[in-house]
């Protein structure tokens, strides 16, 4: 099952999305994502935490 997550299911006046076909991909992405346009928020564990209970299966 494709897993999937979106800066605005975070609240975040944004347009970025992604989908994956594991957590560990989609998180990488998400990652590469937060350091290029997010610089506010830092990576780590609570955020993270928080950012992974936002992810869907699709």
């Given at each position: 099952m494709a897993?999937?997550?979106?800066c605005s299911d975070a609240g975040k006046d944004c347009k970025w999305s992604a989908t994956t076909e594991?957590?560990?991909?989609l998180m990488e992405?998400?990652?590469e994502h937060v350091i290029?346009?997010?610089k506010?928020?830092?990576l780590d564990a609570e955020?993270?935490?928080?950012i992974k209970s936002l992810i869907?299966?699709?």
């Amino acid at each position: 099952m494709a897993k999937s997550i979106s800066c605005s299911d975070a609240g975040k006046d944004c347009k970025w999305s992604a989908t994956t076909e594991t957590e560990e991909e989609l998180m990488e992405k998400v990652t590469e994502h937060v350091i290029a346009e997010h610089k506010e928020i830092e990576l780590d564990a609570e955020a993270i935490t928080s950012i992974k209970s936002l992810i869907r299966d699709i």
